[in-house]
């Protein structure tokens, strides 16, 4: 809580480093948090670059903005109430499996990590936070039924929801429940069938949202994902600047997450299928595009690091991130690219 008041006082006194006079007036919504608040306060109008936006953050907003009014501060108020409960469900989960230590290193990393900016600000990461937590909580206590009801959410939040099935056959595998688990398969389906079902309602086209994605730089898609030598071009594209494509930070924050893959394998079965689909998905298919946001969900890589960082390396990479992530979260205010 003390680290979302350190943003808001940023916020707030951020129009001064601008030139602005009034920071009330500062532009809080930018990029694309105007597109999902378009979502929630007048549904897919906007022509169809926007339906490349997923609808259950946008549903969300609307949905809570009946009781609380303005949409904009409702989304605000929601995206940090959402990822301070899975910030804290992460720390009770790290807690309860790797011991005091850990779990506190592993949450200040995961909050202090640059990509993390994006859980202060209205994004789909607070929400997608949240039910992933409580998909995993639920895993360790072996409440089966809120497994499936947040594995149905996930693929209605962000397109990288739909993997989380690998994730549950990566379960069954390694657990004594073997094929009686099966049934909970059919949850991220049927969310991704919702999703589908919902876009073409809306549009008459259930592949809008998929096609939608050639109005945006790095063209995201699965077909993506086997061109290796196009990945590796666009990973050598890296120029001086923090931009959609070019960014040195994206690639940075790539590399680390794979020299991290060994310690991330030692964590179980289940988690590190959870990171190669996680991780290494929204890389190839969106050639590297916002991956430093992409990989403030990829919890198994703050475990790993919160096992193997210790002082005074630990508060070298703690200050380094939160310097960064101050950088970002002033770009977005100023409505520049930060992700």
């Known amino acids: 809580m003390g680290h979302k008041l350190v943003l808001l006082g940023l916020g707030i006194l951020a129009p001064m480093v601008f030139g602005f006079l009034d920071p009330w007036k500062f532009e809080w919504v930018t990029t694309n948090s105007k597109s999902y608040l378009i979502i929630a306060s007048h549904g897919y109008s906007g022509g169809e670059s926007i339906y490349a936006f997923y609808p259950a953050w946008p549903w969300v907003i609307r949905g809570f903005s009946i009781v609380f009014g303005h949409p904009d501060w409702t989304a605000y108020l929601l995206s940090n109430v959402f990822s301070t409960i899975g910030l804290l469900l992460f720390h009770r989960i790290a807690f309860r499996i790797h011991g005091e230590t850990t779990a506190w290193n592993a949450l200040r990393l995961m909050v202090v990590f640059p990509g993390s900016m994006f859980f202060f600000v209205p994004y789909t990461e607070s929400l997608f936070l949240m039910v992933l937590m409580i998909l995993w909580h639920a895993r360790i206590r072996e409440r089966w039924v809120w497994v499936a009801v947040a594995g149905f959410l996930l693929p209605l939040i962000r397109p990288v929801g739909l993997f989380i099935v690998p994730v549950f056959v990566a379960e069954i595998l390694a657990s004594r429940r073997g094929w009686r688990a099966l049934w909970m398969l ?3 389906s049927l969310g991704f069938a919702t999703y589908l079902g919902s876009m073409a309602i809306l549009s008459g086209n259930p592949w809008i949202g998929f096609e939608a994605q050639r109005f945006y730089p790095a063209y995201p898609s699965i ?23 070019h960014s040195p930070l994206d690639r940075f924050v790539f590399v680390a997450f794979c020299c991290s893959g060994v310690w991330i394998f030692r964590l179980g079965l289940t988690q590190y299928v959870y990171a190669v689909f996680f ?15 992409f990989a403030c969900l990829l919890f198994p890589l703050f475990l790993v690091w919160g096992q193997r ?23 977005h205010l100023s409505n520049h690219w930060a992700g």
């Open 186 to 188: 059919l949850a991220p």
């Open 279 to 293: 991780g290494l998905v929204p890389a190839l298919s969106n050639s590297l595009m916002s991956y430093t946001r």
């Open 309 to 331: 960082f210790q002082r005074p390396v630990l508060d070298s990479v703690l200050l380094l991130f939160f310097g960064v992530q101050v950088l970002l979260f002033l770009a």
């Open 223 to 245: 077909a993506k994902i086997g061109d290796v030598v196009g990945f590796l071009k666009a990973f050598a594209s890296v120029q001086p600047v923090h931009d959609f494509l």
